[in-house]
């Protein structure tokens, strides 16, 4: 029997959201969509995500540079629908500063189906007059004091191929280039790279920085647990099976012993990187990315989930409800399992207490949140690995008597809509009232969660299935509670 152990005693120490500063989304044109603007409004308010990063901001779908008659003409009508609305609900931009304009492109590259040009530009001249212009633009429309809160990032993932078809040393250009044109506007103005994937380029990137005495407000780059584990194209779960089970965490750690005591930003992440896997629908998906997000804490000031919804066309545009898309929210706005995992990390407080005991797929940690106390706990194993239902023990000492306890569960009979939408055949197209069926089926429950308690230590025992999440949340009186708080001041 998994068994743990916490005093609340102890001095606790601050627990920052670091995973809300910032999500994803696929590219720029999908946020001039009503849905795309709904399901943004939902994540904000529910979930409390601050900025959003897309790609594509800077291609001819959007409009924001073109060649007419031998003319450049610069357009951000778009750009700014797009930054109008955000912050018409209170979320700002992360701008990733991608991908060229065909009027500055300096070859014929494309990547995914919307076909964004990879190339560098063939004047880099040009290019600094439009991330300038651009820049100026929005400084004069939304006021210093807005813009300079915003992140300024060049590029996507320029170490691959796929993304990038100039060298390490175009890419250093390219963002010499931008980081000078970003602050010729204004010094304040925060720019940020290498933007790699895999982690890479950091120390020669800073390094490069250095040496030519360039801007450098903050790190950034990605990773997702089945990188560099096959050189094959094999199937995401031998990936998975392949990685070491805190692969993210031992990544965070390198890449903060690089960054020279600069800010840390991983602003594309997720389960896998397989655009299309039932995984990502699963509760499984929940249970490993609180696992992971447990285990960055204090070693990132942002960490960006690949994306907030499956409004995503890389590929193509899907039209089955739950396809293993990258979203929390499918396309109907329905919430994944992952969801309601960033829901009830969203509700929890801002003081961690150290929790004893350890065990292969089982781990607890405590919140504090005014007078509450949550017992957050999931079972996670990647596949290919030993798991089963375990029967979970927690001993909470120095603990007042709880009013209230209740318990919120995340696992394939609880807040599962996929499971409701297997049940009812899988159909490709929904009603409305299927909607609703699957919306019902996708809510976290409150059951009651029992509990002995004397003298000041409090015992509870509970069942945790494989893949799957549980919060136990206590409610105290509010007097009794304090004095557990003024004892602890952090």
Not at 217 to 222: A, N, S
Not at 354 to 373: A, D, F, P, S
Request: aromatic share 12%.
């Amino acid at each position: 029997m998994p068994s743990f152990t916490c005093d609340l005693s102890q001095t606790p120490r601050p627990f920052d959201h670091f995973w809300e500063h910032t999500v994803g989304s696929g590219r720029a044109p999908l946020a001039l969509r009503s849905d795309w603007q709904v399901q943004m409004q939902k994540c904000h308010s529910e979930l409390d995500f601050r900025h959003v990063r897309f790609h594509d901001l800077l291609s001819d779908s959007m409009g924001t540079l073109v060649c007419q008659e031998e003319k450049l003409i610069y357009s951000f009508f778009n750009a700014d629908q797009i930054m109008d609305f955000l912050l018409s609900i209170g979320m700002r931009p992360f701008v990733e500063l991608s991908f060229m304009p065909e009027a500055l492109a300096s070859g014929s590259e494309t990547v995914f189906r919307y076909q964004a040009n990879i190339t560098p530009p063939k004047d880099y001249k040009r290019w600094a007059t439009l991330i300038h212009k651009l820049t100026r633009h929005w400084v004069e429309r939304y006021g210093l004091d807005e813009v300079s809160q915003w992140f300024f990032e060049t590029w996507n993932e320029p170490n691959l191929k796929a993304f990038w078809t100039g060298t390490r040393s175009d890419y250093f250009k390219l963002y010499r280039h931008t980081a000078e044109a970003i602050k010729s506007v204004d010094a304040s103005l925060k720019v940020g790279g290498p933007a790699t994937a895999q982690a890479a380029w950091i120390d020669s990137f800073l390094e490069y920085c250095e040496r030519h005495r360039l801007p450098v407000d903050f790190v950034t780059t990605h990773y997702y647990p089945t990188d560099a584990f096959s050189k094959n194209k094999t199937e995401t779960e031998k990936k998975l099976a392949n990685a070491p089970r805190d692969v993210m965490r031992a990544q965070a750690e390198k890449v903060k012993g690089q960054a020279r005591d600069l800010p840390i930003y991983f602003t594309e992440w997720n389960i896998s990187s397989d655009p299309h896997h039932s995984l990502h629908d699963e509760p499984f998906a929940a249970a490993y990315a609180i696992h992971i997000l447990m285990s960055i804490c204090g070693l990132v000031q942002g960490y960006s989930f690949w994306t907030f919804s499956d409004i995503f066309d890389e590929n193509y545009f899907p039209s089955v409800p739950f396809h293993g898309g990258f979203g929390l929210l499918n396309l109907h706005s329905i919430p994944k399992p992952i969801y309601r995992a960033f829901q009830i990390l969203y509700e929890l407080g801002n003081k961690q207490i150290t929790v004893n005991g350890q065990h292969e797929t089982v781990e607890v940690w405590v919140i504090q949140k005014e007078n509450q106390l949550t017992l957050l706990s999931v079972n996670h194993a990647l596949p290919g690995h030993s798991i089963s239902t375990e029967q979970v023990e927690i001993l909470v000492s120095k603990s007042p008597e709880p009013q209230e306890s209740y318990i919120q569960r995340i696992d394939e009979e609880h807040a599962n809509p996929r499971r409701a939408w297997l049940e009812m055949g899988s159909p490709e197209y929904l009603h409305v009232l299927d909607v609703e069926r699957l919306q019902a089926a996708s809510q976290l429950q409150k059951e009651p969660q029992s509990y002995s308690w004397a003298e000041g230590n409090m015992e509870l025992h509970f069942d945790l299935p494989p893949q799957s999440v549980a919060a136990i949340t206590f409610e105290f009186e509010q007097q009794a509670f304090k004095k557990i708080a003024e004892r602890n001041t952090i």
